[in-house]
Each structure stands twice: as structure tokens, then as C-alpha cells.
């Protein structure tokens, strides 16, 4: 039996995002790795609904990759997800997902401080770019044809008339 490396990752916004994902191949290039994902559900998020469903969206995208994932949604409060989580008999270490600080409520509380203070393991912090909304673009309404241009209002005054 090969032995494999665990890690512990908790993400919520940024659970699909490329950096995390680079993250997790470049765990999973050095030796075979597991990735457990924890998803807290919290309110500001969409709650438990919202939690299920980035989830399951995190982890095709995860296992599309060719990693070895599986998940689970935590607690609202992402310090006690992760301790609930957290088994040190199973993980060798947690990787923390968040946005930018001047975007994330985690980074402000100190989240991945936090975690490694309560769990003594070693924590790496990932920063992931917002996901970007696809904008849905239609073509311009045809313009109708009229013998008036926009600028014909200027010659309706100003003739004198003989």
C-alpha cells in the first residue's frame, strides 16, 4: 500500500478557483496525495444550500484534475468547521482558501492564524482571485432608418423663407 499525504482544505468563495487548484497539483506532483474539502455553510455565503451545491462544483473541478478529493459542508463558522474537521491522526496538514484581504472576512478575523493556533498543524494559506461573473452580452437593437438623422434638428430653424 502506497503511503499517501492528507490534507485538510477549507475554502468557501474561492473552493474553485485556479490557485487553489495549483495548490492542490502541486501537493499531489511531489507524491500521492488526498484532499478532504470543507465547506462552512455560512449565511453570508447562502447558507447550507449555497454550501451543497459549491461543493459538489469544487469537488468535479477538483477531481477533474486528477485528484483524489472528497468534502463535506462544516459548521457556518469556518475556525470551528475546520476543528470539527480536523484529525491529526489523519492530516498531515491544512491548506486555508481565501480571497483577498481587502475582500475577505476570513483574512480580517485571522482565520489561517487561527486554525494553526487551535490545531497545532501546519497551515498554508492560499489567496484566490474573486470568481469573475460571466456577463451575458447581446447584439445592439437594429437602428430604424429615418429620413431625420440625429443631427437634423439643427436645420429645422434658422431658414429664412422667401
Request: glycine share 8%.
Amino acid at each position: 500500500m502506497t503511503w499517501k499525504r492528507n490534507f485538510l482544505v477549507v475554502a468557501n468563495v474561492t473552493a474553485t478557483s485556479d490557485e487553489l487548484l495549483a495548490a492542490l497539483k502541486a501537493r499531489a506532483a511531489g507524491e500521492p496525495a488526498t484532499f478532504t474539502l470543507v465547506i462552512p455553510a455560512t449565511p453570508f455565503a447562502g447558507g447550507r444550500a449555497a454550501a451543497v451545491e459549491k461543493l459538489n462544483s469544487a469537488l468535479e473541478h477538483i477531481r477533474s484534475a486528477g485528484l483524489e478529493a472528497e468534502g463535506t459542508v462544516g459548521n457556518s463558522d469556518p475556525c470551528v468547521a475546520v476543528t470539527e474537521a480536523w484529525d491529526p491522526t489523519r492530516y498531515d496538514e491544512i491548506i486555508v482558501s481565501t480571497l483577498p484581504m481587502r475582500f475577505s472576512k476570513w483574512l480580517h478575523a485571522g482565520l489561517p492564524e487561527r486554525i494553526a493556533k487551535l490545531t497545532g498543524a501546519p497551515v498554508t494559506h492560499v489567496v484566490s482571485h474573486p470568481p469573475r461573473p460571466t456577463v451575458e452580452t447581446v447584439p445592439p437593437p437594429p437602428h430604424e432608418e429615418h429620413a431625420l438623422g440625429p443631427l437634423s434638428v439643427l436645420g429645422w430653424g434658422g431658414h429664412k423663407r422667401s
